[in-house]
């Protein structure tokens, strides 16, 4: 897919399949083109090239119908306000066009997901920032779709609630619905993706299961290495100079590949402190860019 905004191309040639029943994490810094490729899925935006299906339906000719089969959790809370947790359940379930007889339970079903069946009656404005992340993950569920696409899920929210809602994205993959999910938190990447997509400037630069990219792109452990600047330099150009990609981060320089350190380089390296690769260290050497 291709999507421009006038001299701006969001999404630059964009290829992705995702098999069903995965959570495919598709991770990249801020400006990536992850919101642009989602609203391209839900029809929100058109693209200049490329063809779109989903579920079987060619996008934006069956939008509609499309739109019926999969769930959307938009970045940007657009829940109602005034109504409460359950109203607002209940309006989004005739708007999917739950049948009536079964909507109640619905309903029901997707609060006990969230755990917020408890708070089914206080209206969204009195619910915590986690409870309203929650609602609004439940409200893309409520027709039990097959698939969902969750943009930044866990964006802005604290390190006890972000945990959460981890443990309700991997109870829907247990539960066998196909989850699209972008992020910038490589953490989020790692624990919940079967399969990550690494996108830069619109497109996808590697893909694959974490722990596999890690080990074709970074090896298997990496050392870190403190010291002034100069000191840096050079451990950076004794690195590179035998193969080994490093990575900055302020004031430290990680040499990635360190397994395939040589006595004689170790020497010259002088002392580091031995870590495992991450996917971080992958997103860093492919794309020359930081995410969180
Ligand atoms: N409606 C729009 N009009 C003009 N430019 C846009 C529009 N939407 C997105 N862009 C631009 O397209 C690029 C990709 O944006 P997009 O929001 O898809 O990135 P992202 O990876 O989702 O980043 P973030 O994590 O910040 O949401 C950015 O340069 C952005 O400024």
């Known amino acids: 897919m291709v999507k421009r905004f006038g001299e701006v191309t969001a999404v630059n040639g964009l290829d992705l399949t995702v098999p069903a029943g995965i959570c495919l994490g598709l991770l990249g810094a801020n400006g990536a083109g992850k919101s642009t490729s989602m609203r391209l899925l839900t029809a929100q935006a058109r693209a200049d090239e490329g063809s779109i299906e989903v579920l079987g339906h060619p996008v934006p000719r069956e939008a509609k119908r499309v739109r019926a089969l999969m769930g959307v959790v938009p970045q940007q809370d657009n829940l109602d306000e005034e109504l409460t947790a359950q109203e607002n359940l209940e309006v989004f379930a005739h708007l999917y066009r739950v049948p009536r007889a079964g909507r109640r339970a ?18 969204v404005d009195a619910l915590s920032g986690g409870m309203r992340r929650r609602l609004l993950i439940a409200r893309g569920l409520v027709h039990r779709p097959r698939l969902v696409l969750l943009d930044e899920p866990t964006v802005g929210l604290d390190p006890q609630v972000r945990a959460e809602l981890w443990g309700l994205i991997d109870g829907l993959r247990a539960g066998g619905t196909t989850v699209l999910m972008s992020t910038h938190y490589i953490e989020e990447a790692e624990r919940l993706a079967d399969d990550c997509a690494l996108m830069s400037h619109g497109r996808v630069v590697a893909r694959g299961a974490p722990a596999e990219l890690i080990r074709e792109h ?7 290495h403190h010291g002034p600047p100069d000191r840096l330099a050079e451990i950076e150009a004794l690195a590179r100079a035998h193969g080994l990609p490093t990575r900055r981060t302020g004031p430290t320089v990680s040499v990635l590949r360190a397994e395939a350190i040589t006595p004689s380089l170790a020497d010259k390296l002088g002392d580091g402190v031995p870590r495992a690769a991450t996917l971080e260290d992958v997103f860093v050497v492919l794309t020359g860019e930081t995410v969180e």
Do not use: I, M
């Open 218 to 224: 970074a090896g298997q452990r990496a050392v870190e």
């Open 106 to 123: 619905a309903v029901d079903d997707a609060l006990a997901l969230a755990h917020l069946t408890g708070k089914r009656h206080t209206r």
